[in-house]
């Protein structure tokens, strides 16, 4: 089964150990729950870091990514409930990508994900997506251990439409930045998949300068409409 949709929202956030009980406890009592009720959402699914930073992930999948630059979702950021606020407040990290997925070879769901952040050259868009799709992702899932792949590059005009809006306050990003979701059964083959065929090596040719950020997850919980 592919993602429910051509769009996903992905926050890394952190707290400090102190909070870390309410912000879980709030995660996945209310915000999942709170942002599956909206328009064009399907699912949401939070993970814990094993390695890399920050210590949280979530993503959400939805019909496409302009659905998060749309007058009902800049309304509930607009909205927060009390808990909302009372735990925002307490971030000690967040960062928020607005992803339009550009390749999507997911044909199931996994208990570990990694993570492939990197930012290639935007006037070698077309090749990298025949690149991905023809010679990276079909090694990936043909790896023991993975379930599927998908890429997504930030939209910028749809991740600084809260800003627009005056609803959140996070640094502008100036470079589009890609990300690799590479799915499967447990951390360390979603780890070593990622690490073979995502190098520097192999992206230099579609503008990738620095070595792209490399993190693996384990699912902590999910909800879907």
Not at 1 to 13: E, I, S, V, Y
Not at 24 to 50: C, K, S, T
Not at 107 to 125: E, I, N, Q, S
Not at 167 to 177: G, K, T, W
Request: glycine fraction near 6%; charged fraction near 25%.
């Amino acid at each position: 089964m592919p993602l429910l949709g051509k769009g996903m929202l992905l926050t890394f956030t952190d707290v400090s150990a102190r909070d870390e009980r309410d912000y879980n406890e709030w995660y996945n009592r209310e915000h999942i729950d709170d942002r599956m009720n909206l328009p064009g959402f399907h699912r949401g699914r939070r993970y814990a870091a094993v390695r890399g930073t920050p210590r949280y992930l979530a993503t959400y999948e939805c019909d496409s990514v302009d659905v998060l630059g749309t007058p009902d979702y800049l309304q509930t950021l607009d909205n927060q409930t009390p808990w909302s606020q009372a735990v925002i407040a307490r971030f000690t990290h967040f960062k928020r990508l607005t992803l339009r997925i550009q390749v999507d070879q997911t044909h199931g769901v996994g208990a570990a994900l990694a993570t492939v952040r990197f930012v290639p050259d935007p006037r070698r868009r077309k090749a990298l997506v025949e690149f991905l799709s023809t010679q990276i992702l079909p090694k990936l899932i043909a790896r023991p251990g993975v379930v599927g792949a998908a890429v997504g590059e930030n939209d910028l005009e749809v991740m600084h439409a809260p800003l627009q809006d005056k609803s959140m306050d996070h640094p502008r990003a100036d470079e589009s930045e890609w990300v690799a979701l590479i799915e499967g059964a447990d951390v360390a083959a979603v780890g070593a998949a990622a690490r073979s065929l995502f190098t520097t090596t192999r992206l230099r040719s579609y503008g990738v300068e620095a070595a792209p950020a490399i993190s693996t997850w384990r699912f902590l919980f999910g909800n879907q409409r």
